[in-house]
């Protein structure tokens, strides 16, 4: 009798199980990335004020005049080891569409278009529900500053970095990580709801801690999630929160813009 139909992974022998997820590592896997920001920010301030000191110039001059360049630093250099954490520690999910896999997949040219259109739907949503909350919020002076003193190239760098590098880190670990990991111990709706909820916190001091943002960066989250549950791809929420970002930038540095020419 043949013995050739018996697969091998059914044996479960020279198969290696995946390592652990869980709630607690996607936490901290998150934290991580967080953390990385603050510590490296930290020292590049610690960095001008010494060269300030040598130089006699004001701290906050060279801080300024090299604001852009140091956002730049500190979304890279949190970014990559990040990333090379989860690619390296997970992965057999990296590719997995189905949780608690983190969904690293292409979901075909129309789920990527989908993704777009979802932005272009958000993007009204959001804003007026800013709007409506706090009608004297605006984009953060210290992101116009950055950019009005930053070199040509450098905002196109800093620009890459906040619309294709930071949405990308966040998918992977928001919509992939994190709602992997919280799914692995909890039902599905509580692990969107916290993952959600985690979303709009660690996004809040990017506002000026104004709270009355959250609303609308729920119902991003909550579009986010959706794009990744129906997909099986962190692919089309990445498109969409990328084109998110895009739109909100260009629109807080159109006045900017539009000051340049008028100049």
């Keep these: 009798m043949s013995t050739t139909s018996i697969p091998l992974e059914s044996t479960g022998v020279d198969q290696p199980s995946p390592a652990r997820l869980g709630p607690w590592r996607a936490l901290a896997v998150v934290?991580?990335?967080?953390?990385?920001?603050?510590v490296i920010a930290l020292l590049w301030n610690l960095g001008a004020h010494v060269t300030a000191h040598i130089e006699h110039r004001p701290a906050a001059?060279?801080?300024?005049?090299h604001g852009s360049l140091m956002l730049t630093a500190v979304l890279l250099l949190a970014a990559l080891p990040t990333l090379l954490l989860v690619r390296l520690r997970w992965p057999t999910r990296w590719r997995a569409a189905a949780l608690p896999?983190?969904?690293?997949r292409w979901p075909g040219q129309r789920w990527i278009l989908g993704g777009l259109l979802l932005a272009a739907l958000l993007l009204p949503l959001?804003?007026?529900l800013n709007a409506a909350l706090f009608p004297k919020q605006g984009v953060t002076q210290s992101v116009l500053v950055i950019f009005d003193q930053?070199?040509?190239w450098m905002r196109v760098l800093l620009t890459l970095m906040i619309v294709l590098l930071a949405p990308f880190v966040e998918e992977v670990l928001f919509r992939g990580v994190l709602l992997a990991g919280l799914s692995e111990r909890m039902r599905l709706r509580w692990a969107v709801t916290l993952s959600v909820l985690?979303?709009?916190l660690l996004h809040l001091p990017d506002t000026g801690d104004h709270w009355?943002?959250?609303?609308g960066l729920i119902a991003l989250a909550l579009g986010l999630t959706w794009l990744r549950l129906r997909s099986g791809s962190l692919l089309p929420g990445y498109a969409a929160h990328a084109l998110y970002n895009a739109s909100v930038?260009?629109?807080?540095l159109a006045p900017l813009l539009r000051g340049h020419g008028a100049g």
Excluded: D, M
């Design 212 to 215: 009355q943002v959250l609303p």
């Design 150 to 152: 930053a070199h040509l």
């Design 198 to 200: 985690l979303f709009a």
């Design 101 to 104: 896999g983190l969904g690293l």
């Design 249 to 252: 930038l260009a629109l807080a």
């Design 126 to 128: 959001v804003l007026g």
């Design 31 to 38: 934290t991580l990335y967080f953390a990385l920001q603050i």
């Design 61 to 65: 001059e060279l801080l300024a005049a």
